[in-house]
């Protein structure tokens, strides 16, 4: 068990440009979540995932903010034509179906310039 | 809706003296409680977490919180903190359905030798 992985674990972009960051859950968890932290502030839900289907979105998540998990195992989020108000650190956790606890990765600290 | 109040946003101690974070929360449904533990530049750490059954929760590192349900409190406690425990805490709540995870706004513990 390796744990929680997110890449990158840094991104620094301009103002307009896109990202995509990565997260692969423990292997045999079948929930995903994503979650948004800003500076001084505790983690703010986004979104989740029921293997491939996304079940519950955040009304954080704006038009700008696509999440995929095509095959039930890792996924993306995917932000397009980024805003400074767009940085923070980006979390993702896996779960076991069902299960209470998750399990949180280091999280991908994006800071838009 | 749930919801959680951290009531410090920062508590200075003393090394070796107790320490007590406080967490009160808001539902009108069954709940999961948790404590979370992020060090500086690091992911999130499960500390302890209530589901039911005893009150009285021990979690790592010699912390543990007690479930209050009159008070709607879950507060953290160490009888004896360690410079090693300088980290922002967070109170956490889950619905029964274990789905998205509600997060306090933190509270930065500073240990003072």
């Known amino acids: 068990d390796t744990g929680v992985s997110q890449d990158p674990r840094h991104k620094i972009t301009k103002r307009g440009q896109n990202v995509t960051f990565r997260c692969d859950p423990i292997?045999?968890?079948?929930?995903l979540y994503w979650y948004r932290q800003t500076l001084g502030q505790g983690p703010e839900f986004l979104t989740y995932?029921?293997?491939?289907?996304?079940?519950?979105k955040s009304r954080l998540l704006s038009d700008r903010f696509s999440a995929e998990r095509p095959k039930g195992s890792f996924s993306t989020l995917e932000i397009q034509r980024t805003e400074q108000g767009d940085s923070a650190m980006y979390l993702c956790?896996?779960?076991?179906?069902?299960?209470?606890?998750?399990?949180f990765g280091p999280g991908t600290r994006l800071t838009v310039t | 809706a749930q919801s959680v109040t951290q009531l410090d946003s920062q508590v200075p101690v003393f090394e070796e003296a107790p320490v007590e974070l406080r967490c009160n929360y808001s539902?009108?449904?069954?709940?999961?409680l948790f404590w979370y533990v992020q060090y500086p530049n690091q992911g999130l750490q499960l500390l302890l977490k209530?589901?039911?059954?005893?009150?009285l929760v021990k979690g790592i590192n010699g912390f543990e919180a007690e479930f209050n349900k009159s008070q709607t409190s879950f507060h953290l406690r160490k009888p004896s903190v360690h410079i090693s425990d300088t980290a922002e805490y967070f109170c956490?709540?889950?619905?029964?359905?274990?789905?998205?995870?509600?997060f306090g706004s933190g509270t930065r513990l500073s240990i003072r030798p």
């Open positions: 956790a896996s779960s076991l179906d069902g299960g209470a606890e998750q399990y």
């Open positions: 995932f029921q293997n491939e289907a996304q079940l519950e």
């Open positions: 209530y589901l039911s059954g005893s009150t």
């Open positions: 539902s009108s449904v069954s709940v999961y």
């Open positions: 292997s045999e968890h079948n929930r």
């Open positions: 956490a709540t889950q619905g029964s359905s274990a789905s998205k995870i509600i």
